[in-house]
């Protein structure tokens, strides 16, 4: 699976949108993105998935570049239960054990 | 309801002593996991089981055990091999179909003393 490349940590202000950008400059053309999140102390939560095209559902907008090497997640109205980290995550359906592989991810701080 | 359970939430044990961490899920998913996540850092996957009676190792199985005799249950031994136990250990599931989603257990911390 592809590497990537997320910002440590970002703030914003409550009721704002959320950014969150990952690079994935190797990605391959069957691997898709993922994007999961993990408030403190539970377990990850799925938000959403792409391959190419851009993605929506009632949690979050996913932007996919026109050349797939990154990507971004969109929180339209940040609240503060949104604070928590953000892993973007690139994996091929084919992919053997199918298990994802995790990096450090952004810690998102939403400010009141 | 439908979810993934792991029990206790948190679990103290002596070094040297084996622990079995439970995980027991009613999605009716094949595949299930165990990560482990130490503090700031992502997660990491110690073994997998794709089908009843059948498991791999992930990529730090070294000091842990499974068994898969039930589909519904993936339960993880911690032995006294393992050099560095404490941590946060989830328990997964893999849906099947087009989104290939994992749904997570709300973990177990483990702290030996």
């Known amino acids: 699976d592809a590497k990537t490349t997320q910002p440590p940590s970002m703030d914003c202000a409550e009721g704002r949108a959320a950014n969150l950008p990952c690079n994935h400059s190797?990605?391959?053309?069957?691997?898709?993105v993922y994007w999961y999140r993990q408030i403190h102390s539970q377990g990850p939560q799925y938000i959403i998935h792409?391959?190419?095209n851009n993605e929506t559902n009632e949690m979050a907008s996913l932007i996919i570049t026109e050349d797939r090497k990154s990507s971004t997640l969109i929180l339209p109205h940040a609240t503060l239960r949104d604070t928590a980290v953000y892993y973007c995550?690139?994996?091929?359906?084919?992919?053997?054990?199918?298990?994802?592989?995790f990096g450090s991810g952004t810690r998102l701080q939403v400010q009141p | 309801d439908g979810g993934i359970t792991q029990s206790p939430k948190y679990l103290f044990r002596k070094e040297g002593q084996n622990v079995t961490l439970s995980c027991e899920q009613n999605?009716?998913?094949?595949?299930m996991y165990w990560y482990r996540q130490d503090p700031g850092q992502g997660l990491r996957l110690i073994y997998y089981?794709?089908?009843?009676?059948?498991?791999q190792k992930g990529d730090i199985a070294e000091g842990y055990s499974v068994s898969r005799e039930k589909k519904e249950s993936f339960p993880l031994t911690v032995t006294s091999a393992q050099k560095n136990p404490t941590a946060f250990y989830l328990c997964?599931?893999?849906?099947?179909?087009?989104?290939?989603?994992?749904?997570f257990g709300p973990g177990t911390r483990l702290t030996v003393l």
């Open positions: 995550i690139v994996r091929g359906m084919d992919t053997g054990r199918r298990a994802l592989t």
């Open positions: 190797t990605i391959s053309g069957n691997e898709y």
């Open positions: 792409g391959l190419k």
């Open positions: 999605l009716n998913h094949d595949a």
């Open positions: 089981s794709q089908i009843v009676n059948d498991f």
């Open positions: 997964a599931t893999l849906a099947g179909g087009p989104v290939h989603e994992q749904f």
